[in-house]
């Protein structure tokens, strides 16, 4: 199981950063040293400025898509109400554009049931 990373890991990172230069620039951890601190600091700003980019292509990708959605939706709606009104609700054509022939609907009740008196 790895261990979580904290949200403000940005944050915490620039802090260390300043404050091993306020320290000693020269100090090092075996390989470890400020400017791979930096260049990674660097590296995750702009990740995380990719990824607001590619979020706000996505939103208006998804809004240009529900646009069409709704459009074709409209269209559809109107050729299968011209096809019903053109060759009648319980024709073949209307099955075959998508709707349900009159014939091939249950029956509606026309009276609630009766409540039962206790």
Do not use: C, H
């Not at 620039?14 to 620039?25: S, Y």
């Amino acid at each position: 199981m790895s261990k979580k990373i904290p949200t403000d890991i940005l944050d915490q990172a620039i802090a260390v950063q300043d404050a091993w230069g306020q320290i000693d620039e020269e100090l090092t951890f075996g390989t470890l040293n400020i400017s791979a601190l930096t260049m990674d600091i660097n590296g995750l700003r702009s990740a995380e400025l990719s990824l607001v980019s590619l979020e706000n292509q996505m939103t208006e990708m998804r809004d240009k898509r529900d646009a069409l959605e709704e459009a074709i939706w409209d269209k559809v709606k109107r050729v299968r109400g011209g096809v019903k009104a053109y060759f009648g609700d319980d024709s073949t054509q209307y099955n075959i554009i998508g709707g349900t022939r009159l014939s091939d609907r249950k029956p509606m009740r026309k009276s609630p049931l009766p409540v039962e008196q206790p």
